[in-house]
């Protein structure tokens, strides 16, 4: 049996898995945490403006199962971001993890959690195998690296302003471990203004019974709320490490959305307990993340060298997806392990030539364009979604954007893609 193995079981970990089963591999997803889509349990957000389009492309390409998983569990729709107003809606991240496992367990993915990969076996520019801590191998045809970029203790007291308890657990699970950094190949980080390797995670979380008790009524029923932040706690240094290249809005007020299990506040980047305490309706807040309410975690460093099919450069058969790819937002993580899913299948079956999307195609346009920017390293100094900024701004320009389902759909089919990534390909 063609064996894919996944290691990183984030969201972009979730669709290389369901991708390269749908393709007909055999597929392991090895995850170290206890808990599927990694970073996601906080992220809450999705389908902005421009991702509207990908997502769509996505399922009419015939891989839209983890879309349709976080639509189910959504909260509120059509949610006026100051950045990305059109479409986006926030689901309920406390649900999405057990569904998102749900849907992946399905597919068939054989899941492996609470243990990590700490070493590989390569031959010749191959992978064979990767080692978990306990000694087993699990050998495969092809690998995909969805371990992401988050940072790990050491390298956030190393790079400053981190490690303050987040999301990643490192205290419970250890650090991260990179399957590309272990192979010996090529990664790069995102720089700070300063030169400083990595950039903060740009959002806090609150305990939303802390909070005022009608703040808490207005989020939970309009689904964002814009506290405007009094001057003296506004602080123009958070866009210079912002990681999700957040307008002014961001800064100058605190951006407060209903996630389900918390209140977060998108795009704040860092704020500490006692300033948050003087804001009408936060006196008696506690953060929930990060838990120590100082600075954020680091994240964005280990960004894999790799072409325009997620193949790592250097290597036949390893592949790369989600933040280690070059992206973070949830549609872009998603996107980009579908496609690494289906072309480390595709390279285990011995198919020659990979799926490279056209760019005729919002997602094809777009995986070309920051694979480009990366080749070049200015992606290194900022990120790239659809969803706001320069190529939200591309997308319009060039007539990539539409609210027309139909219309995405047509363009699919003209390009002979329909249904490609549901279909095995031996």
């Known amino acids: 049996m063609t064996k894919v193995v996944v290691v990183g079981g984030g969201l972009s970990g979730c669709g290389a898995a369901v991708a390269a089963k749908k393709a007909g591999a055999e597929v392991t997803l090895v995850e170290r945490t206890d808990m599927l889509i990694g970073v996601a349990v906080r992220a809450g957000e999705t389908n902005g403006n421009g991702w509207l389009v990908g997502q769509h492309e996505l399922r009419f390409l015939g891989g839209g199962e983890l879309f349709d998983t ?121 720089v700070r203004p300063d030169g400083t390797p990595g950039m903060l995670s740009s959002a806090v979380t609150l305990f939303k019974d802390t909070l005022a008790p009608e703040l808490k009524a207005r989020i939970e029923k309009e689904g964002l709320v814009i506290v405007p932040l009094p001057k003296e706690l506004v602080d123009y240094d958070r866009m210079k490490i912002m990681g999700g290249q957040r307008s002014r809005d961001f800064v100058e007020n605190i951006i407060l959305a209903d996630i389900g299990p918390v209140a977060k506040c998108f795009g704040l980047v860092y704020m500490e307990q006692d300033n948050f305490r003087k804001v009408p309706g936060f006196e008696n807040v506690q953060v929930e993340d990060p838990r120590a309410s100082k600075w954020n975690h680091i994240g964005h460093i280990g960004i894999a060298s790799r072409d325009i099919s997620l193949k790592v450069k250097g290597f036949e058969n390893l592949f790369c997806a989600g933040e280690k790819s070059g992206q973070t937002s949830v549609d872009g993580v998603i996107i980009t392990g579908y496609l690494a899913g289906h072309n480390a299948a595709r390279q285990a079956f011995g198919v020659e030539q990979p799926l490279v999307l056209p760019r005729s195609l919002a997602i094809g346009d777009f995986m070309a364009f920051v694979t480009e920017k990366l080749e070049t390293g200015e992606a290194l100094k900022g990120v790239y979604r659809m969803a706001r900024g320069e190529y939200w701004e591309r997308m319009q320009k060039i007539g990539l954007y539409t609210e027309d389902v139909a219309r995405v759909k047509a363009r699919v089919a003209e390009a002979g893609l329909s249904g490609v990534l549901a279909r095995p390909v031996k």
């Open 70 to 190: 976080l639509a189910s569990v959504k909260l509120h729709d059509h949610v006026p971001f100051p950045d990305a107003a059109k479409h986006g809606y926030l689901y309920d991240a406390g649900r999405a993890e057990p569904a998102i496992r749900k849907t992946v367990e399905q597919s068939g993915v054989k899941v492996i959690m609470e243990i990590r990969v700490v070493d590989v076996v390569k031959e010749n520019g191959r992978l064979r195998a990767v080692k978990l801590e306990d000694g087993r191998l699990i050998e495969g045809d092809a690998f995909v690296d969805c371990t992401g970029t988050r940072g790990g203790i050491a390298v956030c007291n190393k790079y400053g302003k981190g490690c303050v308890m987040c999301l990643v657990r490192c205290f419970a699970y250890g650090d991260r471990v990179g399957v590309v950094e272990k192979a010996g190949g090529k990664t790069a980080s995102r």
